[in-house]
């Protein structure tokens, strides 16, 4: 399955979006948004600054333990530049977390026209530690790898899928964000990678993952070798009774060329499940195919709350690739 398919088939379990961010919204849709002002690329050995632009904040009410779904979408196009496009959301109130994901897009003049006009998925879980409010805002990070400042145009949607997400025998998410550090793609790397039980009367569940690929250097100074080819697999497997089903393997493939540096990667699959068989096993496997070793990117440390330079205070962590698993 490609991006733009994977991304399609989730939608589907989003819901309706609405115009508007009015109090209280549980979905909201923006823009489009002509972002101007986007930092140039700084001189060497300075730290980059990247704009910070809140772009839609969405709310619902929570018990202790319940199990919230967020989706969203970020479409960029209309660039004058090559600029850093990341879809940042921040959940915060009765539960928090953090996800970033993202890439650069290219400008609209560029003969590559799948890189002209991107749209970055960014779903996960959160879970509440307390009753009340959680409220999320999608937040647009962007940045010119230019030597001067740059305009795009934004416009996406913000949604909880859904506020009452079924979890693990525990009750607990079935969820995995990958931690700081960027994990190697030189031949194949196995993560995010999820093992869980059921309770029982699951009968079927949604398997997805967003993984965040990063292009590796050139070897040599001059070499010809500019780009970054990468398998990205997501399988499911279930066990515990006499007949139980493997999800259809989702795959997809990407090039990540210099320049686009690195790309967000949707994936999406489905497992029924048959009785007796409560016990999930998911992962994603990356495999480089050729160009330049890549990476799977971990958690990023050191955003910027607001517009500013990386590692400035205030600051905080958001996960980036991630696997998590939705019963129904």
């Given at each position: 399955?490609?991006?733009?398919?994977?991304?399609?088939?989730?939608?589907?379990?989003?819901?309706?979006?609405?115009?508007?961010?009015?109090?209280?919204?549980?979905?909201?849709?923006?823009?489009?948004?002509?972002?101007?002002?986007?930092?140039?690329?700084?001189?060497?050995?300075?730290?980059?600054?990247?704009?910070?632009?809140?772009?839609?904040?969405?709310?619902?009410?929570?018990?202790?333990?319940?199990?919230?779904?967020?989706?969203?979408?970020?479409?960029?196009?209309?660039?004058?530049?090559?600029?850093?496009?990341?879809?940042?959301?921040?959940?915060?109130?009765?539960?928090?977390?953090?996800?970033?994901?993202?890439?650069?897009?290219?400008?609209?003049?560029?003969?590559?026209?799948?890189?002209?006009?991107?749209?970055?998925?960014?779903?996960?879980?959160?879970?509440?530690?307390?009753?009340?409010?959680?409220?999320?805002?999608?937040?647009?990070?962007?940045?010119s790898t230019s030597t001067s400042e740059?305009?795009?145009?934004?416009?996406?949607?913000?949604?909880?899928?859904?506020?009452?997400?079924?979890?693990?025998?525990?009750?607990?998410?079935?969820?995995?964000?990958?931690?700081?550090?960027?994990?190697?793609?030189?031949?194949?790397?196995?993560?995010?990678?999820?093992?869980?039980?059921?309770?029982?009367?699951?009968?079927?569940?949604?398997?997805?993952?967003?993984?965040?690929?990063?292009?590796?250097?050139?070897?040599?100074?001059?070499?010809?070798?500019?780009?970054?080819?990468?398998?990205?697999?997501?399988?499911?497997?279930?066990?515990?009774?006499?007949?139980?089903?493997?999800?259809?393997?989702?795959?997809?493939?990407?090039?990540?060329?210099?320049?686009?540096?690195?790309?967000?990667?949707?994936?999406?699959?489905?497992?029924?499940?048959?009785?007796?068989?409560?016990?999930?096993?998911?992962?994603?496997?990356?495999?480089?195919?050729?160009?330049?070793?890549?990476?799977?990117?971990?958690?990023?440390?050191?955003?910027?709350?607001?517009?500013?330079?990386?590692?400035?205070?205030?600051?905080?962590?958001s996960a980036m690739t991630h696997l998590?698993?939705?019963?129904?």
């Amino acid at each position: 399955m490609n991006r733009s398919a994977a991304a399609a088939v989730v939608l589907a379990l989003a819901g309706t979006a609405v115009a508007g961010t009015p109090a209280g919204a549980s979905a909201a849709e923006f823009g489009p948004v002509v972002v101007t002002g986007v930092p140039r690329a700084p001189e060497s050995g300075v730290k980059p600054v990247q704009k910070v632009v809140p772009l839609a904040t969405v709310e619902t009410q929570l018990a202790a333990g319940a199990i919230a779904y967020v989706y969203s979408e970020l479409r960029a196009y209309d660039a004058d530049q090559v600029n850093l496009i990341d879809n940042e959301i921040r959940c915060t109130g009765a539960g928090a977390e953090n996800v970033v994901l993202g890439e650069n897009v290219l400008p609209s003049d560029h003969p590559d026209p799948a890189r002209r006009d991107i749209t970055i998925v960014n779903r996960f879980l959160v879970t509440a530690s307390r009753s009340g409010t959680l409220s999320c805002t999608l937040y647009l990070r962007t940045a010119s790898t230019s030597t001067s400042e740059a305009r795009e145009t934004v416009e996406g949607s913000l949604r909880f899928a859904s506020a009452a997400i079924g979890g693990d025998l525990t009750g607990a998410a079935v969820q995995q964000l990958l931690p700081e550090g960027n994990l190697p793609v030189t031949t194949t790397t196995v993560a995010p990678s999820i093992t869980a039980t059921l309770p029982a009367g699951t009968r079927e569940l949604a398997v997805i993952a967003d993984v965040e690929y990063h292009r590796g250097a050139e070897p040599t100074p001059d070499s010809k070798i500019h780009y970054s080819t990468a398998r990205f697999t997501l399988t499911a497997t279930t066990a515990g009774g006499p007949d139980c089903a493997s999800a259809p393997v989702a795959q997809t493939e990407e090039t990540v060329p210099r320049g686009v540096n690195h790309a967000a990667v949707p994936l999406y699959t489905k497992v029924p499940i048959n009785p007796g068989c409560t016990r999930v096993s998911a992962k994603v496997t990356t495999t480089h195919l050729g160009g330049n070793p890549g990476s799977v990117g971990g958690a990023a440390p050191g955003l910027t709350d607001e517009t500013g330079r990386t590692g400035s205070l205030p600051n905080h962590t958001s996960a980036m690739t991630h696997l998590f698993v939705v019963p129904s």
